[in-house]
């Protein structure tokens, strides 16, 4: 069972940049895509980033050129670069792994905070 622990969230002005750490318990099978999404109460959940096993990144629209997405193998550790950030960028950020065709997400961290004042 790989857990999965995040980390690097916190309280910012719009503007400024915030670094998110996932730290996997174990190596995860090279078979696996990673990802981040956030969440927003009384709103969907969204995929902000994905990192495919091919090590192709795709980015939701909202967040396309102010984040980065990647991986530090020999860490075990996927990171979110995440520049320029905006109030509406305020959710509670999630890491996940999985298969691709289960949208990279058969596990789930327990989510960091990140909070954006503008």
């Known amino acids: 069972q790989v857990q999965l622990v995040e980390s690097g969230g916190g309280s910012v002005q719009a503007g400024e940049s915030l670094r998110l750490s996932c730290a996997a318990s174990e190596y995860i099978d090279s078979a696996y895509c990673m990802a981040w999404f956030r969440q927003v109460p009384g709103k969907p959940r969204e995929r902000v980033a994905r990192?495919?096993?091919?090590?192709?990144?795709v980015y939701a629209n909202s967040v396309l050129g102010r984040f980065t997405i990647s991986k530090d193998n020999a860490k075990n550790t996927l990171y979110l670069q995440m520049n320029s950030l905006k109030s509406e960028d305020t959710a509670m950020y999630y890491c996940?792994?999985?298969?691709?065709?289960?949208?990279?997400?058969?596990?789930w961290g327990q989510g960091t905070q990140v909070t954006v004042s503008s």
């Open positions: 990192l495919g096993i091919d090590g192709g990144a």
């Open positions: 996940t792994a999985g298969l691709p065709v289960a949208g990279c997400a058969r596990y």
